[in-house]
């Protein structure tokens, strides 16, 4: 019970804080949230390919709220990676435009991937597929994602890796 409370108040917080919201370019954060990683990709022996579209993708976001989901994106792939062979590791970071015009950033990694079973638990609060994992970060970027109008949603494919993506809606300004 006292567990639930905390997740309740951290989900408050996160939804009750007045966001700053400007108009950003989503690939300009999601490689400046790669930067943020380097000392763990050295770590790790991993490095990002990013495969960023070509032109700015406007969307009007808090800027520190989407970096931390992305942040956790990546940090998550990174661990699953763990489990690979040094040499063999990979970690593509990649956005666009969908054909429903909300524009994304996804985060895929060849990792051990994630079953069936922990994939209907992901975004809930204290599931963790992590031996050390608290099982907070997705359930909490799923809180932000929503605040912002956006989506974020979970692929896998047992022994190939997974991808997570974040959807938004374009900035009209």
């Not at 932000?144 to 979970?154: D, L, P, Q």
């Amino acid at each position: 019970e006292r567990a639930g409370e905390i997740i309740k108040r951290l989900r408050s917080m996160v939804s009750r804080r007045q966001p700053n919201r400007e108009v950003v370019d989503l690939n300009l954060l999601a490689s400046e949230t790669c930067s943020m990683i380097s000392h763990e990709l050295k770590r790790f022996e991993v490095t990002i390919e990013q495969r960023l579209l070509a032109r700015p993708l406007w969307v009007r976001v808090d800027s520190v709220q989407i970096e931390q989901v992305l942040l956790n994106l990546l940090r998550n792939a990174l661990d699953a990676l763990s489990e690979e062979p040094v040499g063999k590791r990979q970690l593509t970071v990649s956005s666009g435009i969908q054909a429903d015009g909300m524009v994304y950033v996804s985060v895929e990694d060849n990792g051990p991937g994630i079953t069936r079973a922990s994939m209907e638990h992901l975004f809930d609060p204290f599931f963790s597929t992590k031996d050390s994992g608290m099982g907070m970060g997705l359930a909490i970027s799923q809180t932000i994602m929503n605040n912002h109008h956006g989506k974020i949603r979970a692929d896998s494919w047992p022994g190939k890796g997974s991808s997570f993506t974040i959807e938004l809606p374009p900035s009209v300004e």
